[in-house]
Structure formats: C-alpha cells, structure tokens
T-cell receptor, first 114, second 113 residues
C-alpha cells in the first residue's frame, strides 16, 4: 500500500450521469495530482493541487471538475462525460510540488462511460 | 513538444531470459529520468531514477538502466527476468528545472515460467 487510497475502484456511468472520484492520502503530503491513463497513450497529467491551491489545469475539459477541500483529500467530479473519457484515473501525491518526481500513486479508478 | 517514446508496446519472455526495454526522449537539454512499474492490480511505483553522476543506475529487484546522452536514451535492463516481473513499465522524463513529468506510453511485459 502506498498510503494513497482511491474510491471507487471501478465505475460505470452513462453520459448524463454525475459522479465523483475520491482520493485520500495519509502521508502528510501537500501536493496531489490527477492523472488519466488510457490504453496505448502516455499518462496524462490533468490537475495539480499544492497546499490546497490548484496550480495546474492541463487543458482539461470542464466536464471534469476537481476539488481539494484539504491537503489529504482530492475529488474529481464528473458530469456529462463522453465515451472517450473511459480510462483509468490515477491519483498521486508528493511531499509538495517541488518533489513532484517522488510520486505515490493510488491504484486508480477504472471508469467506463456508456 | 517534449515526448517520451517506448517502442516496445508488448514484450513476452520466458523466465531467465534477458530484458531490455527501450526509452527515448525528445529534449535537447539536461533531463532527469525515471522508470516506473505497475504490477497487475497494483499502483504505479518508482523503479529507479537518474539525476546525475554515474549513467548506469541500479534500481530495485535487479533492474538497471543506462543513460546514454548522445542517443537520448534511458533503456531498462535486467539480466534474468522472473515471472513476478510481469507488469507494465513506464519511462518518464523531466526537463531540468521544470516540474513537468512526461510519461511514455508504457511497455507491457509478460514473463512465462
């Protein structure tokens, strides 16, 4: 276990649904990240939060909405997704943004959009 | 744009075979280099990293990687693979003095007993 927990592990949703992915870390880290892992594509950085402030939005469509209420929790709210959004969504954390390469990943949420 | 290429998408080996997974990057300046591994059903974890110094880097579980600056490469090697090495391997690069971690597409390794 890395200390980064993601729920749910699997999620199937329709294009009109609203759902949320949750990430929790108990490592005392101050930076949290959302990555998207699609088959045969590089891992894509979506959002970065450092000390609860969003520091990066990597041109992600507005149907993905992140929320970081505190340094230990990170959410990804999903609304009116498209089938091409089906992927593994990974949460990661690091001590802070400067230690971005020492990432601790969660196991991911496998999302299927029908 | 900066990118990382892993040309081997799927590698199948028998136990005790030698392994070399290719990684090339497109960036002309100083870089930091990483290999991550994702075992089936598990999280991504750091296998080894290169920042500076000896270009031959030793990682966990007998893995090593060699940075060849002239070839923009950071290939991963293991002299004798085991069934437990079955996993997906990701190369990643950070251009120096940036906070961008750029991943490759990954290589799926299957090792048969």
């Amino acid at each position: 276990e890395t200390g980064v927990t993601q729920t749910p592990r699997h999620l199937v949703m329709g294009m009109t649904n609203k759902k949320s992915l949750k990430c929790e870390q108990h490592l005392g880290h101050n930076a949290m990240y959302w990555y998207k892992q699609s088959a045969k594509k590089p891992l894509e950085l979506m959002f970065v939060y450092n000390f609860k402030e969003q520091t990066e939005n990597n041109s992600v469509p507005s149907r993905f909405s992140p929320e970081c209420p505190n340094s230990s929790h990170l959410f990804l709210h999903l609304h009116t997704l498209q089938p091409e959004d089906s992927a593994l969504y990974l949460c990661a954390s690091s001590q802070d943004r400067r230690h971005f390469e020492k990432l601790f990943f969660g196991s991911g949420t496998q999302l299927s959009v029908l | 744009a900066q990118s990382v290429s892993q040309h081997n998408h799927h590698v199948i080996l028998s136990e005790a075979a030698s392994l070399e997974l290719g990684c090339n990057y497109s960036y002309g300046g100083t870089v930091n280099l990483f290999w991550y591994v994702q075992y089936p059903g598990q999280h991504l974890q750091l296998l080894l990293k290169y920042f500076s110094g000896d270009p031959l880097v030793k990682g966990i579980k007998g893995f090593e990687a060699e940075f060849i600056k002239s070839k923009f490469s950071f290939n991963l090697r293991k002299p004798s693979v085991q069934w437990s090495d079955t996993a997906e391997y990701f190369c990643a690069v950070t251009p120096y003095n940036t906070d961008k971690l750029i991943f490759g597409t990954g290589t799926r390794l299957q090792v048969f007993p």
